[in-house]
């Protein structure tokens, strides 16, 4: 198993990390079991390597959609990236709601 190395995404964890220490100055006032880096990092989506043995080797992805519908999520590769989004609607009498994701990782070669 060995880790695809994004720099976006160890970009992103490095600001999330900065940006909670800089949370830090409200100590008391903090959610003590609430998971700032994650939440500010968007660590969802992750990316890894697995060899399936025989000189076989497998891309696996994790993405957190809850509530998302299969024909809500769209899979595609452009320019050696692989793409993951998706467009959730929900509508009843009293409210409308939308959200969206966008994620994507570098494939790696081969």
């Known amino acids: 198993e060995v880790p695809i190395k994004n720099p976006e995404a160890e970009r992103r964890l490095q600001q999330a990390s900065t940006d909670t220490q800089s949370l ?10 609430f998971d700032y880096t994650g939440f500010l990092s968007g660590s969802d989506f992750q990316s890894r390597i697995v060899d399936k043995g025989s000189n076989q080797k497998q891309l696996e992805l994790t993405v957190g959609m809850k509530d998302y519908k299969p ?11 692989l793409i993951v989004q998706g467009e959730h609607r929900h509508n009843d009498e009293n409210r409308s709601e939308r959200s969206f994701f966008f994620k994507s990782t570098t494939l790696p070669p081969g």
């Open 24 to 33: 830090a100055q409200f100590g008391s006032y903090r959610d003590p079991f």
């Open 71 to 81: 024909q809500e999520i769209k899979v595609s590769v452009k320019n050696n990236e």
